[in-house]
């Protein structure tokens, strides 16, 4: 969505300009998410890039037109690739606000409640989020930060089935 816009090319421009008009600091967001899809381009695609009509914060409060990111932080656990599904919210204050991102598990998946990097609510917290300093943050140094916590302890883990026995590695690839 994203790319196109910047080329000028149709589609999604009105759908992506009405983004960009909720957003106090346009240019740096859009600089924030181009630079962070360069260098991170199968993480989360900008193809697959939404733009919500509302998102509702925890506390309640409710926010239109936010920017959500689809995909995943691929991670090595022992010795094993897993790309492990996420989604980062943009609120209307990033990037002076710090992205929102929560873990969001295939069938099969649950939360790995020995991992400190998620809530109960699959949030991501602690570590980079937690110190999120503008205009020094970026989305680029919040995904190495996640590969690195999530290397260790992985927020996400395939369900146990009552005779033992795993589910498929649905969580696996790259």
Not at 143 to 151: P, Q, T
Not at 167 to 174: H, I, L, Q
């Given at each position: 969505?994203?790319?196109?816009?910047?080329?000028?090319?149709?589609?999604?421009?009105?759908e992506?300009?009405?983004l960009?008009?909720?957003?106090?600091?346009?240019?740096?967001?859009?600089?924030q998410?181009?630079?962070?899809?360069?260098?991170?381009?199968?993480?989360?695609?900008?193809?697959r890039?939404?733009?919500?009509?509302?998102?509702?914060?925890?506390?309640?409060?409710?926010?239109?037109?936010?920017?959500?990111?689809?995909?995943?932080?691929?991670?090595?656990?022992?010795?094993?690739?897993?790309?492990?599904?996420?989604?980062?919210?943009?609120?209307h204050?990033?990037?002076?606000?710090?992205?929102?991102v929560?873990?969001?598990?295939?069938a099969?998946?649950?939360?790995?409640?020995?991992?400190?990097?998620?809530?109960?609510?699959?949030?991501v917290?602690?570590?980079?989020?937690?110190?999120?300093?503008?205009?020094?943050?970026?989305?680029?140094?919040?995904?190495?930060?996640?590969?690195?916590?999530?290397?260790?302890?992985?927020?996400?883990?395939?369900?146990?089935?009552?005779?033992?026995?795993h589910?498929?590695?649905?969580?696996?690839?790259?």
């Open positions: 969505m994203v790319s196109r816009f910047l080329r000028g090319e149709g589609g999604d421009r009105e992506f300009a009405a960009l008009a909720a957003y106090p600091c346009q240019r740096e967001v859009l600089d998410v181009v630079s962070f899809e360069a260098c991170h381009p199968s993480a989360f695609p900008l193809a890039a939404t733009l919500e009509p509302s998102y509702t914060y925890d506390d309640g409060r409710e926010e239109l037109c936010v920017v959500q990111l689809h995909g995943g932080v691929t991670i090595m656990y022992h010795g094993q690739q897993y790309k492990l599904p996420a989604v980062i919210v943009l609120p204050g990033f990037p002076r606000e710090a992205p929102i929560r873990m969001t598990p295939r099969g998946m649950v939360r790995n409640e020995r991992s400190s990097c998620v809530d109960c609510s699959l949030r917290v602690g570590g980079y989020i937690e110190k999120w300093e503008y205009p020094f943050s970026s989305l680029e140094r919040l995904y190495v930060d996640m590969k690195e916590a999530f290397g260790k302890s992985p927020p996400l883990r395939q369900r146990q089935h009552p005779d033992g026995v589910g498929d590695r649905g969580g696996r690839g790259g």
